[in-house]
């Protein structure tokens, strides 16, 4: 187990590493910088003179592998810098932002979830085939609907239309309602659509017939027998939806007006706003692997074959 | 529609009727010692006022006020040395209770007011202002610190007494005294400007000494002022003085221009800035107001890079102006608060000239000057001269009012005369370096607000923002270079004698037109909107709002 974990550990580190590079390398390969396009703005108005002492100060015109080690070297010593663009600690920009992100992203992935399994379940034990149907092309409809449509069609009806919830200056949990709402029908359909096609394929194994001849109820069956087996994709599937779940949150952010990791993003990807980048990208990658290695760890809690295969777990 | 219209007008008559009576009498509250239907409104202290902003603002450094969100936060903290009124344009004393300039400019020396203090109970006295002034005309290389655009030749500063501060400059610099009243001036204390420039954009580092303080603050999604009470250095002609009459101003960052409308109407904020023209009549309609100040400045235009040889030749860019049917973009895209450019400045500015006749849109006239210059239409119908397509790129400026739709009809009208124009997006990086290449960019958008004929040189000299990209300015790309044009901008930056001055200004404009370097599309406005109970409130010389003055009405 420790053995297991441990190689993990530096699988993780390893991915890490590897994305802090191709995040670099990138970013380098993008036409401009950061200080051109902040320096050169014409808000600020500033002469080519300035602008050349500028970027001397900044060291951006030193050879690339000497601003790849020294950014490295920051990053592993826990200096991120400073976000050109928004002018304070990447650290505080940091701080500032992810705690929103992962309450969003962590409520919207509970609320899709739930969404999920209700609509997963409704779609096998409705009464009429017709209504069944009618449930189980509800994620297809889901999966379609513009996020950017959904958050402003919530905000329409519910905040200015029947004025149930404030947008602008909300109260906590109140401010998350819609969000949550806008970011979790999306991240929902593909899980129910999972759900639903092994629910429907482990209706058809052996154990269920028994389990049916037995004269248990259609709901047990589904719950003690079907279920816990069409769980396992599902929560495969469940952790690469972390990685859209971030990717949900830009757009939400910008329609609700929530700082976040997602808004953070899309304007240092703008500005080229390297640094913040950077931090972004090991910070997104290290939630990534933690949560998909929780997954890995979770599967023999749900399935007791892969228990016995590993034989730590019993 | 018809009411629509007209309920659009009513509501500028009045807002003009306002504004018209605040500078008649001098006064500052909203017009209302002479306006019987509002005579029995007293301001009411208190309440907070909620302001939805579209853009997080970015470094607080005052000069970097030129951004939008960060000049209508700086406004609001910081104060500056001198107070422009913005219908008079007349310099105001405010910080400064009166200076002395000498003959040539050189020499300014502002005497104090006595009693002012930062947010952090630190007294203004002239070593803070002299350090302010240092850091904003020389930069500060070890901090990071850039350079203010509307200070020039500044030398150094001299502390005559606590209370009196003396600027020295290298040359004639008739512009500073107006360059002290601007967004870029405000005065912050000590311990802000010994913070490295790249932590300014916590606006909890920002002490001034502005009617407002920043409380808190939630990067990128909101900040709070509270009122200072015992703020009691307004402008010293203003009819208010004393604290504030808000106890507070939420802004709260909401980039959805639906949202920011809709919560305005939904009664979940008081004010909004950023409203599109096409967005100005559901907000009228609900009885609610929209204010459009003048950035009175350099207006909303392109300007050519007469580097590339497609727009080298005179007969070609006068073709094209020709060609430009301005009148049609404004009556298609945008509201009357967004009024035809008759020049290059804008008609609310200090030494502006109606140029009008000069601006026509003549599509025969075009053709002609086309076929005069050599060009003609190849088998597509796009220009032709020499086997060189006349295929012309501009970059969208995303500051600029509807820029891409300006710029969607301006290829639409040059298409009708064999013009093509390619209107691109692209990325920031993409874009900067493009701009800073005349082949890949003869044409770009360009507007500056800046209450002061010095604008003019900010905008066109190879030193400055460098419009034409002239040789020895900002490309390393170029060999054009107009060597009147800068000989006039700096006759302008150093002609003290203020008749002299707006006759250069007057050059400059006709000039400018007659070699069709610009052509301009409108004056370009900041637009924002206020429920029916919010009074008082009020621009500085750009459009940028100050809170000082307003009161939330019983509602």
Redesign the interface.
Known sequence: MTRYIASRIGQALFVLWVAFTVAFLLLQA????AV??K?????????????A??RE??GVDSPLWQQYLQALGNFLTGQFG????????VA??LL??LP?TARLAGAGFVVAAILAFALAFLATLAPFRWLRGAIQSIPALFVSVPVFWLG?ML??IF??RL?WI????PGEIEGLILPVLTLAIPISAPLAQILMRNIDEASTQGYVAVARAKGASPSWVLWKHIAKNALLPTLTIAGILFGELLAGAVITE??????GIG??TERSV???DTSVIQAIVVFSAAAFVTVNLIIDLLYPVFDPRLRKAKGVFA | MQFREAALARSIISFDRRTALKGLAGALLAGISMSPALAQDAPVTGGTLIYLEQQAHTNLYPPAGGFYPNGGVLNQITDKLTYQNPQTLEIEPWLAESWEVNDTATEYTFKLRPGVTFSDGTPLDAKVVALNYDTFGLGNKELKYPVSEVINNYERSEVIDELTVKFYFKAPSPGFLQGTSVIGSGIVSASTLAQPYDALGDATKIIGTGAFVVESETLGKELNLKARTDYNWAPAKFEHQGRPYLDAIKYIITPEDSVRIGALLAGQADVIRQIQAYDEPQVIDAGYSIYAPSTRGINDAISFRPANPLVADLKVRQALLHATNRQEIVDTLFSSNYPLATSILSSQAAGYVDLSSKLVYDQEKAKALFAEAGWTPGTDGILEKDGQKLDLTVYVSLPQPQNEAVLQLLAQQWAQVGVKLNVLAGDAGSRTLDLLDPIKTPVNVTMVGRADPDVIKSGYHPKNRDWLLQKGGSSDKTDFVDDKLNGLLEALAAETDRTKRLAIAADIQNYVVDQVYTIPFFEEPQAFATAPYVQGLEFEAVGRPSFYNVWLEAH
């Not at chain 1, 993008?30 to 910088?33: I, Y």
């Not at chain 1, 400073?82 to 600690?89: D, F, I, K, L, M």
């Not at chain 1, 404030?166 to 200056?169: E, H």
């Not at chain 1, 910008?254 to 700082?259: D, E, K, M, P, Q």
Request: no cysteine.
């Open positions: 993008l036409p401009g910088d051109l396009i320096f050169q703005s014409p808000d600020l108005g500033l002469s080519p003179e300035q602008i002492d500028l100060a900044y400073y976000s050109v663009v928004g002018s304070v600690p505080q920009e500032a932002n929103a402003i905000i329409q905040s200015f004025k404030s947008v602008i200056n910008t329609v609700f007006g929530l700082n808004g953070l703008r500005f080229q």
